[in-house]
């Protein structure tokens, strides 16, 4: 079984589209019956032991911040301890990213570039060229970011794997079957269009241009296609 961890819900104008959870369930191309969808951010409980016996996690987005460290972030972050430990893959979206960055070791902050949206290229480093994730995707990848927190250090024998102008540790790997991506592969350019709808009042006074962001926006086959790997990977993981 794959467990979601929901760690918030879409914004209002997003929400035609979907749960976080529903979007995830139809990119990693799984069954919905085996998947069991935890909203922490609801204090709802994750499963106990036996963890080794997940197929898999998936810790979503959140308009929460890392740095918040409220008590349900800091409760999901012992479950995942414990998931890591008994050899569960994992991977971490965007907050789910810092998350796990913050858990490791490393650091989260707000960005000195600011709020990043919209279209993104995101550039694999030599490390991410062979990572068996992320490995078979193009050196250069066009994704659909939307955050304001980064990770500005990573964890201690942590690999990076992807940059970004805006972002040196847009992805990275910790161990061989821990994974953080700063940008959404669940995510189509309707969902990001919605998002620029939503925060268009704020992204006109940070300086930036909606329309425009709008019209940049493209389909990111080879970033969705990370999820269906992300599945088929954790499964071989539990096969050993």
Known sequence: MFVIVQT????PLAQKFGSFADWFISGLHIDQHDVLVVDVH???????APLSALSGVVIT???????????WMKQTQNWLEQAITA???????????????????????????GRHMGLARCELTAAGVEDDLLGPLQPHINTLVSHQQVVTQLPES??????????????FRWGDRVWGLQFHPEWRPEIMSAYINERAT??????????????DLLPC????????????LAKTFQRD
Request: a negative charge; glycine letters at 10%.
């Open 8 to 11: 918030g819900d879409p914004l």
């Open 42 to 48: 609801k204090n709802q409980s994750l499963p106990q």
């Open 61 to 71: 987005g959140s308009a929460s911040m890392v740095t918040e460290q409220s008590q």
């Open 87 to 113: 050899g569960t893959a994992v991977l971490g979206v965007c907050f789910g990213h810092q998350l796990l960055a913050d858990l490791l070791g490393g650091q989260v902050a707000f960005n000195q570039a």
């Open 158 to 171: 942590a690999v990076r794997l992807g940059t970004t102008a805006a972002d040196l540790n847009h992805a």
């Open 202 to 215: 704020d992204l006109r006074h940070e300086g930036f241009d909606p329309d425009a962001m709008q019209r």
């Open 221 to 232: 086959h080879e970033a969705s296609s990370i999820l269906a790997r992300f599945a088929e």
